[in-house]
């Protein structure tokens, strides 16, 4: 993996690139988007992107733990987790983008010259 990781700087630009914003209008714009998204889970809410995938607050109960350094049983308390769903589509996607990795598929059939 590459380890690189996109910043709200870096979508911000894009949208400035891709929609032709200013600036200053696209942060506001990717930070309206990311707080819209953040409400929607704080309240319980799953947020489904068409194509994207699905976020979701998930509840994990109590349960006990173990110190793995010292095999001491410690009790971690309930919580709420983010869960990602990737949609088949974007899972699609990501494969497709590894043809272009050396070793993981073969290069496609060359095409027949028409002469």
């Given at each position: 993996?590459?380890?690189?990781?996109?910043?709200r700087a870096q979508l911000s630009e894009a949208v400035y690139q891709e929609v032709g914003l200013s600036r200053i209008e696209s942060a506001e714009?990717?930070?309206?988007?990311?707080?819209?998204?953040?409400?929607?889970?704080?309240?319980?809410?799953?947020?489904?992107?068409?194509?994207?995938?699905?976020?979701?607050?998930?509840?994990?109960?109590?349960?006990?733990?173990?110190?793995?350094?010292?095999?001491?049983?410690?009790?971690?308390?309930?919580?709420?987790?983010?869960?990602?769903?990737?949609?088949?589509?974007?899972?699609?996607?990501?494969?497709?983008?590894?043809?272009?990795?050396?070793?993981?598929?073969?290069?496609?059939?060359?095409?027949?010259?028409?002469?």
């Amino acid at each position: 993996m590459a380890g690189h990781t996109v910043t709200r700087a870096q979508l911000s630009e894009a949208v400035y690139q891709e929609v032709g914003l200013s600036r200053i209008e696209s942060a506001e714009l990717v930070e309206s988007v990311i707080a819209e998204i953040s409400g929607a889970l704080e309240r319980g809410e799953i947020v489904k992107i068409s194509s994207f995938g699905s976020f979701a607050v998930r509840q994990k109960g109590q349960r006990i733990g173990r110190n793995p350094k010292t095999g001491q049983e410690v009790p971690i308390s309930p919580r709420r987790v983010l869960v990602f769903r990737a949609s088949h589509s974007l899972k699609n996607q990501i494969n497709s983008g590894l043809a272009g990795v050396a070793g993981h598929a073969e290069p496609p059939p060359a095409k027949a010259s028409s002469g």
